[in-house]
């Protein structure tokens, strides 16, 4: 489902990611742990196409991503929620949901409504 093989990249000089490969199967879930500083938030920011790798491909759904646009890569399905850093502070619970919304299809707003629904159910006020 999700493949990085041999993914490295750089901030300037400095190379943050070396050689990176990781496979990620449909129904799994990975964890990556590693010190401060050990590259798992550029890992992550090089998936979403914010940071472009100097090497090695990404590939989503056995199609390649690292030389996407973030949008295209967000419209596939891929997003990244930052932690604790509040990137909406000043808008309710409601409105950072609706944030996260994205173009779908034809019944955008229907569908909308049906995940807000589920996401009511499982986290009730």
């Known amino acids: 489902m999700l493949k990085l093989k041999e993914v490295s990249t750089f901030y300037d000089k400095v190379q943050a990611l070396k050689g990176i490969s990781l496979d ?3 129904g799994e879930i990975v964890s990556v742990i590693g010190a401060n500083g050990a590259g798992k938030s550029t890992m992550l920011l090089t998936i979403m ?3 472009r790798p100097s090497s090695g491909s990404i590939e989503f759904l056995k199609q390649r991503i690292d ?3 973030t949008e295209d890569i967000v419209l596939m399905g891929i997003s990244l ?3 604790g850093r509040r990137i909406f502070p000043g808008l309710t619970v409601l ?3 609706e944030m996260g ?3 779908r299809g034809k019944n955008i707003k229907e569908e ?3 995940d807000m629904e589920e996401i009511f159910r499982l986290f009730p006020a």
């Open 49 to 51: 196409g914010l940071l």
């Open 81 to 83: 929620v930052p932690e």
């Open 67 to 69: 030389r996407m646009e």
């Open 112 to 114: 909308i409504d049906k």
């Open 95 to 97: 409105e950072n949901l």
């Open 101 to 103: 919304a994205v173009p």
């Open 24 to 26: 990620v199967n449909d």
